[in-house]
C-alpha cells in the first residue's frame, strides 16, 4: 500500500472511502464529524442512525452521499486520558479497522483525517506515529492510504514521519 500525506480538506478527497472521526453515536458532532455530516447531506444522518452507534476502536459504512468518495467509513477514536488506559491500541485499532471496512467494501483507495487529535485530544505526534506504523504494518487490499492534514503542523509530522518510515 503506498501512503501519503496532503493537506486539505477531508470531504474534498477524490478517494474511494474517506475515514470520519465520529463519536460512539455516530449522529454528528463538531470538527471534522461535523464538517463530513454537512457536506454529506441530510441523508448521512438516516443512515448513521440505521447504524445504531459504534464501538471505540471498530469502524463501520455508510455511502458518501454527496461526496465525491463513494463511502464514508466511521470510526470513534479514544478520549486521551493520558495515556494509560488502553488510549494507544484503540487508536491502532481504528486504523486497523478501517482498512478491514474498506477491504469489505472493495475500495481500493481511503482517506484519513487525524483520528482523535481534536476535541478527544490525543497528542498530534503520538497520533501520527501510531497512524503511519500502524498503516504500514496491516495486510490490505488497499492500494492507497491518503493521511489528510487540515493544518500545516499536522502535514509536517505527517511527511517527516513517512520519510523516517
Given at each position: 500500500?503506498?501512503?501519503?500525506?496532503?493537506?486539505?480538506?477531508?470531504?474534498?478527497?477524490?478517494?474511494?472511502?474517506?475515514?470520519?472521526?465520529?463519536?460512539?453515536?455516530?449522529?454528528?458532532?463538531?470538527?471534522?464529524?461535523?464538517?463530513?455530516?454537512?457536506?454529506?447531506?441530510?441523508?448521512?444522518?438516516?443512515?448513521?442512525?440505521?447504524?445504531?452507534?459504534?464501538?471505540?476502536?471498530?469502524?463501520?459504512?455508510?455511502?458518501?452521499?454527496?461526496?465525491?468518495?463513494?463511502?464514508?467509513?466511521h470510526t470513534v477514536g479514544p478520549i486521551w486520558r493520558g495515556g494509560n488506559r488502553?488510549?494507544?491500541?484503540?487508536?491502532?485499532?481504528?486504523?486497523?479497522?478501517?482498512?478491514?471496512?474498506?477491504?469489505?467494501?472493495?475500495?481500493?483507495?481511503?482517506?484519513?483525517?487525524?483520528?482523535?487529535?481534536?476535541?478527544?485530544?490525543?497528542?498530534?505526534?503520538?497520533?501520527?506515529?501510531?497512524?503511519?506504523?500502524?498503516?504500514?504494518?496491516?495486510?490490505?487490499?488497499?492500494?492507497?492510504?491518503?493521511?489528510?492534514?487540515?493544518?500545516?503542523?499536522?502535514?509536517?509530522?505527517?511527511?517527516?514521519?513517512?520519510?523516517?518510515?
Amino acid at each position: 500500500m503506498r501512503l501519503e500525506a496532503v493537506l486539505g480538506d477531508i470531504t474534498e478527497q477524490d478517494t474511494e472511502a474517506i475515514v470520519n472521526a465520529a463519536n460512539s453515536s455516530l449522529m454528528g458532532g463538531g470538527g471534522v464529524d461535523g464538517a463530513i455530516h454537512r457536506a454529506a447531506g441530510p441523508e448521512l444522518d438516516a443512515a448513521c442512525l440505521r447504524l445504531g452507534g459504534c464501538a471505540p476502536g471498530d469502524a463501520k459504512a455508510t455511502p458518501g452521499f454527496r461526496l465525491r468518495a463513494r463511502w464514508i467509513i466511521h470510526t470513534v477514536g479514544p478520549i486521551w486520558r493520558g495515556g494509560n488506559r488502553g488510549e494507544e491500541e484503540v487508536l491502532a485499532s481504528c486504523y486497523r479497522r478501517c482498512l478491514e471496512v474498506a477491504d469489505q467494501l472493495g475500495a481500493q483507495s481511503i482517506a484519513f483525517c487525524a483520528i482523535s487529535t481534536g476535541a478527544y485530544g490525543f497528542p498530534s505526534r503520538r497520533a501520527a506515529e501510531i497512524a503511519v506504523r500502524t498503516l504500514r504494518s496491516t495486510t490490505t487490499n488497499v492500494e492507497l492510504a491518503r493521511l489528510v492534514a487540515y493544518d500545516q503542523a499536522t502535514y509536517d509530522l505527517y511527511k517527516e514521519l513517512l520519510a523516517s518510515s
